[in-house]
C-alpha cells in the first residue's frame, strides 16, 4: 500500500515514500515476486491458486506525484498496479485537507495563540516563534505521542476533522486558512482528471474507487454512504472506460454495514489498511489486508515482504 511518492517535509502519517526507495523496492519486486494485477491477484486468491510470492501494487488517494515519481518505474518494469481514487478531489484543485492541515500547523512560523473552533469543540492553538524543538520534531510520527505544541494542536484538529461531515471540515479548513500560509507543493495535488487518463496510459494501472469525499465510512448515515461508495465508482468508471471491481476504505475506516454497501453497489472486493499479509485462509475478500510500505531502505522492505 503506497499513497505519495515523493520527499516531503513533514509526514506525519509516514506515507511518503522517496521516489529512489520506491524505484529500489519495483526493481526488487520485479526480480524477486510475482506481481500480478488485484483482480487477478484475488481470482487467484479464490481459486485457491495464488503463488505465495504473489504481490499486488496499490496506491490510495491519487496524489500527483503518482503520475511524476512512480509511473515510469512501472512502465519499465512492466509492473501492474491499481489507484485507489478520491474521486471528489479530481478537478477540484484544493490538497487533501490532512496534508494541509499538516503544512499548515506543523510548518506554522509562530507565534500564534487563539482559539479554533471546530464544530462544537475548541482548540487553543498558542505556540511561540519556530524554535530548535520545531526543527527537530519534523520525523515526529502521529502514532506516537505529540511533543510539541504544533503536534498537539496538528492532531487535536486532525482527529476532529477525520470524523467530521465533509461541510464542517471545509469550514474549519476555510477559516485555517487565513490565518497560515498557503500549501505550495504541486506534486502534493491531487491528479486532475487529464492527469488520471495519463496516469492509467499503458494498460498496466487500473482504477479502484475510494469514496467521492474521503470521509470516515463509519461516521456517515447510510444514504451518504452509499452515494460515496456508489459515485466514486461511477467516475472511475467514467475515467478509465473500464469496469471497476475494487473499493478502499478511506482511513481504513469500516465495518460490516460499510462491507455490505460496498458488496451491495456491485464492486467484487475491497482492500483494508490493515497490515497484515493476505493468507489462503482469507474468505472475507472486502476486508483484503494491506501492508503498508514506510520510506525505508530496501533491507526493511524486504523484511516487510
Ligand atoms: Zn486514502
Given at each position: 500500500m503506497y499513497h505519495r511518492i515523493a520527499r516531503v517535509r513533514h509526514d506525519p502519517w509516514g506515507i511518503a515514500v522517496?521516489?529512489?526507495?520506491?524505484?529500489?523496492?519495483?526493481?526488487?519486486?520485479?526480480?524477486?515476486?510475482?506481481?500480478?494485477?488485484?483482480?487477478?491477484?484475488?481470482?487467484?486468491?479464490?481459486?485457491?491458486?495464488?503463488?505465495?510470492?504473489?504481490v499486488a501494487i496499490t496506491f490510495d488517494d491519487g496524489y500527483r506525484d503518482n503520475l511524476v515519481h512512480a509511473k515510469a518505474v512501472l512502465m519499465r518494469q512492466g509492473l501492474p498496479a491499481c489507484?485507489?481514487?478520491a474521486t471528489g478531489y479530481v478537478d477540484r484543485g484544493e490538497f487533501f485537507w490532512w496534508d494541509e492541515l499538516a503544512t499548515m500547523i506543523l510548518e506554522s512560523t509562530?507565534?500564534?495563540?487563539?482559539?479554533?473552533?471546530?464544530?462544537?469543540?475548541?482548540?487553543?492553538?498558542?505556540?511561540?516563534?519556530?524554535?530548535?524543538?520545531?526543527?527537530?520534531?519534523?520525523?515526529?510520527?502521529?502514532?506516537?505521542e505529540p511533543r510539541t505544541a504544533r503536534q498537539k494542536a496538528y492532531l487535536a484538529?486532525?482527529?476532529?476533522?477525520?470524523?467530521s461531515p465533509e461541510?464542517?471540515?471545509?469550514a474549519v479548513m476555510e477559516s485555517l486558512r487565513l490565518r497560515f500560509s498557503k500549501m505550495q507543493d504541486p506534486l502534493a495535488k491531487p491528479m486532475n482528471a487529464d492527469d488520471?487518463?495519463?496516469f492509467l496510459e499503458g494498460g498496466l494501472i487500473t482504477l479502484g474507487a475510494h469514496s467521492v469525499s474521503h470521509s470516515a465510512l463509519t461516521s456517515l448515515s447510510k444514504?451518504?454512504?452509499?452515494?460515496?461508495?456508489?459515485?466514486?465508482?461511477?467516475?472511475?468508471?467514467?475515467?478509465s472506460k473500464m469496469p471497476v471491481t475494487g473499493f478502499a476504505y478511506p482511513f481504513g475506516?469500516?465495518?460490516?454495514?460499510?462491507?455490505?454497501?460496498v458488496a451491495a453497489c456491485g464492486y467484487s472486493w475491497a482492500c483494508s489498511t490493515e497490515g497484515a499479509w493476505l493468507t489462503g485462509e482469507q474468505q472475507n475478500l472486502f476486508e483484503l489486508p494491506r501492508i503498508a510500505v514506510p520510506s525505508a531502505p530496501l533491507q526493511t522492505f524486504i523484511s516487510l515482504l
Open positions: 522517496h521516489p529512489e526507495q520506491f524505484e529500489e523496492q519495483m526493481d526488487y519486486v520485479k526480480r524477486h515476486r510475482s506481481a500480478m494485477p488485484m483482480d487477478e491477484l484475488v481470482h487467484q486468491l479464490s481459486t485457491g491458486t495464488l503463488p505465495a510470492d504473489a489507484l485507489f481514487l509562530g507565534p500564534v495563540q487563539y482559539e479554533q473552533m471546530c464544530g462544537v469543540e475548541t482548540i487553543l492553538l498558542d505556540w511561540p516563534e519556530t524554535d530548535a524543538t520545531d526543527n527537530a520534531a519534523s520525523e515526529w510520527k502521529a502514532w506516537n484538529i486532525w482527529r476532529i476533522l477525520q470524523r461541510k464542517d471540515r471545509n488520471v487518463r495519463s444514504a451518504e454512504r452509499q452515494r460515496e461508495i456508489d459515485l466514486s465508482g461511477q467516475r472511475c468508471r467514467a475515467l475506516d469500516m465495518n460490516q454495514d460499510v462491507q455490505r454497501d
